[in-house]
């Protein structure tokens, strides 16, 4: 996963994401992204959220640009 999303990985608080998408900590986080001995990675239902999180701060993101 981590290579799928290697474009914006330093220009987003994943900290923040995943907290508001997942309701989880930054070490969960990062462990299913690195896909640590402890966790696998994503599960497709993690997929999915990650992927409508990322769909969702996008248009955010969109919405702010063109308010400027």
């Known amino acids: ?15 923040e994401f ?4 997942f309701q989880r900590s930054p ?5 299913k992204l690195e896909g640590t ?5 994503f599960s497709l239902e993690e997929t999915d959220t990650l992927k409508h999180g990322l ?3 996008s248009e955010r993101i969109k919405r702010a640009a063109n308010s400027i």
């Open 18 to 21: 995943a907290n508001i998408y």
């Open 27 to 31: 070490l969960w986080f990062y462990e």
């Open 55 to 57: 769909l969702d701060l």
């Open 37 to 41: 001995e402890h966790e696998s990675g």
């Open 1 to 15: 996963m981590k290579s799928k999303i290697k474009e914006i990985l330093k220009v987003i608080s994943w900290r």
